[in-house]
């Protein structure tokens, strides 16, 4: 955590940054409502996650191993996708920007 001192001069430039700009707070929380937002991520983990599964049917079918790889590639970049997401939305949780539940 931050020493007193530190506090002290944390709070002293951002009444600075307050009085210089004061509609940069406006901005900033607006920027950060609009990044990312983890519904759309979500969302498009799912899809990859049912392209994947798709791909993995057809190449199991067809007994094609290209197939299979493409399916493999797929299914893992959801799954990354969707552990970036929920590291993303833990992040925001622990630091009390937003409910982890979103």
């Known amino acids: 955590m931050l020493s007193e001192h530190d506090r002290r001069n944390l709070a002293s ?3 600075q940054l307050r ?4 509609d940069l707070e406006l901005l900033l929380t ?8 983890p519904r759309v991520g979500r969302r498009m983990s799912w899809w990859m ?10 190449a199991l079918g ?13 299914l893992f970049s959801a799954a990354a996708w ?9 992040t925001r949780h622990r630091q009390g920007r937003e409910p982890l539940d979103r």
């Open 13 to 15: 430039i951002e009444e």
């Open 62 to 74: 067809l007994r094609n191993a290209d197939l299979l790889l493409l399916s493999a590639v797929v």
């Open 82 to 90: 969707w552990t970036v997401i929920a590291t993303v939305a833990w």
């Open 30 to 37: 607006r920027f950060s409502q609009q990044a990312a937002p």
């Open 49 to 58: 996650s049912l392209v994947g599964i798709a791909l993995l049917a057809v």
């Open 19 to 22: 009085e210089q700009a004061p």
